[in-house]
């Protein structure tokens, strides 16, 4: 009966969850384009992330990720470099091999893992809500 009414019923939580899901979301794109020195596209993945949830967001991974394959970040100034050039356009320095470098850091894993655990928390809701009987049927009438 708890779960039910009251201010923090089961709609309620299952509201919270879903907005921490998104919020969480947006900051691991947001935190990724900045450590991939993507400042164009970190505001509006992250806009696009925050409306339409996770879509835009494996979109910019796979995009990502494509473009991670012809460039490197240089460790001088870290700013993209084609794979092709043994030297940094930029900076001058060699660019080294990176290959070893993980696709995720731990910060964005961080907040992928707490997005997915909101996702879960979020469905867990939503069925307490759909096996009370709790959500009724909304009509709309133009007539």
Known sequence: MFLMGGLFGASMLRVLA???YKVFLCIAVYKDAIEHS???TALWTTVLTAIFGFIPAVVYAIFRYQKGKDFVTCRHCGKMVSKKYPVCMFCKQPTGDESGRSLISEEVKKYLILAGVFFIVQFVFEGIIAASGARQ???????
């Open 18 to 20: 879903a907005l921490a």
């Open 38 to 40: 993507d400042r164009n």
């Open 137 to 143: 049927a909304v009509t709309f009438n133009l007539f």
